[in-house]
């Protein structure tokens, strides 16, 4: 395990519980920018999924969101994963009333960088969503005092302060730019207006150039634009698998974060519960897919190198199913922001090197585990 050095650089502000904006020292930690599996050949993930942080920050059920934190914790000190994904919707920008959504992104991946983790994000349909004025604010409350950061004036002088939000690549520039534990990439700029789609190589135990498996992150859209991944994005996807795997003898695991529409083909019917060869605990709503398929499935079908997709947005959804020669999963649904009631969780990866295999089960806060599933041997 690489030696952390960790000092303190800077300051962040984010919002209390109690609406106040506190200021945070953040933490800098150094260490090699390489994954590898570990001495026992072994390479487990934890995926935190629509942790929504921020979502109605002024009413009383938004502060009651840091839960999510607890949740995080239990599963990082359970678990001791080597590497965590989160899996899109980290925040909920269409209802943050402060001017930078950064404060809170930084929150969401607090949990992670302070165990000395390293990480990596994709986004999700929420995560760069327009501000949405609640209808109450105009009623005889008026609207919440807004936390604005100290720094914020306009040219004028004068104190300026609007809902705007953070878009796409201000965000992973923000936690690149603060955290050397991300692994985040903001991707080819062709792929404009997606961003979060890049590969990462987890090596050999032995080996630190040889690649055991490829982690693909694409980013399915929402928010900003609609909520699909592209023919640019899955062009791209081909090229990059064909340059560095072109026999297809290294596997590959796909990351994004809303689900395609090959997902609906071989989802439980939600009265008649979840059966195999399908594995999971919950199937309580409909799949919710992209609004068009341009090209992804059929290319990771071609490639019998993809061993499995995962994916969030679907609170009420935890399964795992096979389609043709791959696996179709969902993460747990990781934050108590968002909707639904169900308990939090998070869903874990485990591979090992060799031969390879990928496993996976769902960590719930409470500590139990369950729907125990074989992806790859």
């Given amino acids: 395990m690489p030696i952390l050095i960790i000092s303190i650089i800077a300051a962040l502000h984010f919002l209390a519980g109690d609406g106040r904006c506190v200021e945070v020292p953040v933490l800098r930690q150094t260490t090699g920018k390489s994954l590898q599996f570990s001495g026992d050949s072994r390479f487990k993930i934890a995926l935190f999924a629509d942790l929504h942080y921020g979502e109605n920050a002024w009413t009383e059920w938004g502060p009651a969101q840091e839960k999510s934190e607890r949740v995080m914790a239990a599963v990082l000190d359970k678990e001791t994963p080597d590497f965590v994904i989160y899996l899109g919707d980290v925040i909920t920008a269409n209802n943050l009333p402060i001017p930078n959504a950064t404060m809170y992104w930084d929150c969401a991946i607090s949990p992670t960088r302070k165990r000395g983790i390293p990480w990596a994000t994709i986004f999700g349909n929420h995560d760069d969503a327009s501000f949405v004025w609640p209808s109450e604010w105009f009623s005889a409350t008026g609207i919440p005092q807004v936390c604005c950061p100290p720094t914020n004036f306009s040219v004028s002088g004068e104190r300026e302060c609007s809902f705007g939000g953070a878009k796409r690549i201000e965000l992973v520039n923000m936690e690149i730019e603060r955290n050397t534990l991300s692994y985040s990439h903001s991707g080819p700029r062709e792929l404009w207006p997606s961003v979060s789609n890049y590969v990462l190589q987890v090596s050999s135990s032995t080996n630190g150039k040889l690649p055991v498996v490829f982690l693909y992150f694409l980013d399915s859209g929402g928010g900003s634009y609609p909520e699909v991944i592209s023919h640019a994005q899955a062009k791209w996807f081909e090229e990059q698998s064909q340059l560095i795997n072109p026999d297809a003898r290294i596997p590959e695991v796909i990351f994004w974060h809303i689900p395609s529409e090959a997902y609906k083909k071989v989802a439980p019917m939600p009265i008649f519960g979840i059966h195999k060869p399908c594995v999971g605990s919950i199937n309580k709503e409909r799949v919710a897919s992209q609004e068009a398929e341009w090209g992804t499935m059929d290319i990771l079908l071609h490639r019998s190198s993809v061993k499995a997709v995962f994916v969030g947005h679907n609170h009420g959804l935890d399964w795992c199913c ?56």
Avoid at 330 to 353: Q, V
Avoid at 365 to 376: A, N, P, Q
């Fill in 322 to 377: 096979p389609y043709k020669n791959l696996w179709l999963c969902f993460a747990r649904h990781t934050g108590y922001g968002g909707y639904g009631n169900w308990a939090r969780g998070s869903r874990i990866l485990e591979m090992t090197e060799n031969p390879f295999s990928l496993k996976s089960w769902i960590r719930m806060e409470d500590g139990s585990e369950h729907s125990y599933v074989i992806l790859s041997s």
